[in-house]
T-cell receptor, first 114, second 113 residues
């Protein structure tokens, strides 16, 4: 089954404790991306990757890091989480990074930073 | 950059009624307009899309219309059912460069039985 899998789905952590949210897709997609969803603000892009070893900032990259060493994986790293990073996070992928391709989203990761 | 406005933020209808969600965009180079449905506890899922060379597209009870001149596009759901209750997002993407869709802020649709 074609899917985007992210883990963990739910996490409560403390300020400053580094954490990684993993994302994996099994569709051989070139394009992968991370979004955060906050009430009233919709989906905002954090980082995206057009292909292996190619990443770039989205609209809200501050406080996040990513890497794309393999085509299928695109982890999101919070080096020193802060409470304002409490949010619902989605990983997404698409065949390529060009207009007109369907974006497939993961099920989401609820992150709470206390 | 692109700016997408989506209205209303909340829409409440009775089962069987129609629902319309409207979006406007700012970048005249945008040429692809998908709509996503997000059910509770799940990620958004594409339900219908339209390209700039088409004015309307239908798929059973849902349809999308596009007015390029006015830079707005709309989602129409007819004969709404309780399972249509969800958050709906519109998006606009440009024909040039990389695929970085700009999403609207979402519409929470509630269909009352």
């Amino acid at each position: 089954e074609a899917q985007v899998t992210q883990n963990p789905r739910y996490l409560i952590t403390v300020t400053g404790k580094k954490l990684t949210v993993t994302c994996s897709q099994n569709m051989n997609h070139e394009y992968m991306s991370w979004y955060r969803q906050d009430p009233g603000l919709g989906l905002r892009q954090i980082y995206y990757s057009m292909n292996v070893e190619v990443t770039d900032k989205g609209d809200v990259p501050e406080g996040y890091k990513v890497s794309r060493k393999e085509k299928r994986n695109f982890p999101l790293i919070l080096e020193s989480p802060s409470p304002n990073q409490t949010s619902l996070y989605f990983c997404a992928s698409s065949v390529t990074g060009y207009s007109g391709n369907t974006i497939y989203f993961g099920e989401g990761s609820w992150l709470t930073v206390v | 950059g692109e700016n997408v406005e989506q209205h209303p933020s909340t829409l409440s209808v009775q089962e069987g009624d129609s629902a319309v969600i409207k979006c406007t965009y700012s970048d005249s180079a945008s040429n692809y307009f998908p709509w996503y449905k997000q059910e509770l506890g799940k990620g958004p899922q594409l339900i219908i899309d339209i390209r700039s060379n088409v004015g309307e597209k239908k798929d059973q009870r849902i349809a999308v219309t596009l007015n390029k001149t006015a830079k707005h596009f709309s989602l129409h759901i007819t004969e709404t059912q309780p399972e249509d209750s969800a958050v709906y997002f519109c998006a606009a993407t440009s024909s040039g460069g990389s695929y970085i869709p700009t999403f609207g802020r979402g519409t929470s649709l509630i269909v009352h039985p």
